[in-house]
Nanobody
């Protein structure tokens, strides 16, 4: 069974850091574009970051630029989201998603188009 599993969420104080992981099972993340999304209560799902299948292209929402870093380790079949200088407004459920794009050297942050989705991990930033 092909699935994505997020981990690493939790409660952190403002200014703190967390590293989220997105591990794939049942398939290889090679040739897959990965996106990280978040959804806060009462809000629409927001694209946070994405990374191309090679890892050479990354993109960030303006709200997290300079604070979050996306990376991938294809040998471990895992994608990471390092989140630093966290703010209360970063509180949300974070999801990773994947879509296979063999010949494309790009990524995108819109939810439509991604095929596999994880179950989400809660991130709460509060003092």
């Amino acid at each position: 069974q092909s699935q994505l599993v997020e981990s690493g969420g939790g409660l952190v104080q403002p200014g703190g850091s967390l590293r989220l992981s997105c591990a794939a099972s049942g398939f290889s993340l090679d040739y897959y574009v990965i996106g990280w999304f978040r959804q806060a209560p009462g809000k629409e799902r927001e694209g946070v970051s994405c990374i191309s299948n090679s890892g050479g292209i990354t993109n960030y929402a303006d709200s997290v630029k300079g604070r979050f870093t996306i990376s991938r380790d294809n040998a471990k079949n895992t994608v990471y989201l390092q989140m630093n200088s966290l703010k209360p407004e970063d509180t949300a459920v974070y999801y990773c998603a994947a879509v296979r794009m063999v010949y494309s050297n790009t990524c995108f942050k819109t939810p439509v188009g991604y095929v596999y989705w994880g179950q989400g991990t809660q991130v709460t930033v509060s003092s």
